[in-house]
């Protein structure tokens, strides 16, 4: 085999592996509320609020927080990685506006005894209290959905 013959061999191999498609992942973040209430969710950093990053949901909606789509990347950004990465400290969780409970992030505390820590499984920034579904899953493509319910105990917890 000549030299040519070989670069155009191995040329062709780098085409062919090339153009292989990587599987495709989605993942998409809601937060259900199973309540008669609305809720507003906002979140705190080093104790100042972040306007750009509050959800309102209405009573008995579920809403899509967050989508994230990678190709050949592994997994996407799931909600509650987000807000760790965005590293909030706190979160209030207000029920048709007067009744409220804090929820506190990864290594977070504070001095409120009522308090949703991140070990609870009521936190909404701790990833195993979201239920993870496969709506898709082949060898092209990776969908999931991760939730977060509110109940209405959830309601009658807070204060």
């Known amino acids: ?89 706190s979160a209030i969780v207000a029920f048709d506006n007067n009744r409220k409970s804090v929820h506190y992030g990864y290594n977070k505390t504070g001095s409120n005894p009522n308090a949703v820590l991140y070990p609870s499984p009521r936190s909404i920034f701790n990833e195993e209290n979201y239920t993870e579904r496969i709506i898709l899953g082949n060898k092209r493509l990776d969908e999931r959905e991760f939730k977060y319910t509110f109940t209405e105990q959830d309601y009658l917890n807070a204060r």
Not at 25 to 45: A, C, D, P
Not at 55 to 76: D, Y
């Open 1 to 89: 085999m000549s030299f040519r013959t070989i670069i155009l061999v191995l040329i062709n191999l780098a085409l062919f592996w090339g153009c292989h498609p990587q599987k495709g992942f989605k993942t998409i973040s809601v937060l259900e509320n199973q309540t008669e209430h609305q809720i507003i969710i906002s979140y705190y950093r080093n104790g100042s609020l972040n306007k750009q990053n509050g959800v309102l949901i209405n009573a008995n909606e579920t809403k899509e927080v967050l989508h994230s789509a990678e190709n050949g990347k592994g997994p996407g950004m799931t909600y509650s990685t987000l807000l760790q990465g965005a590293d909030f400290d």
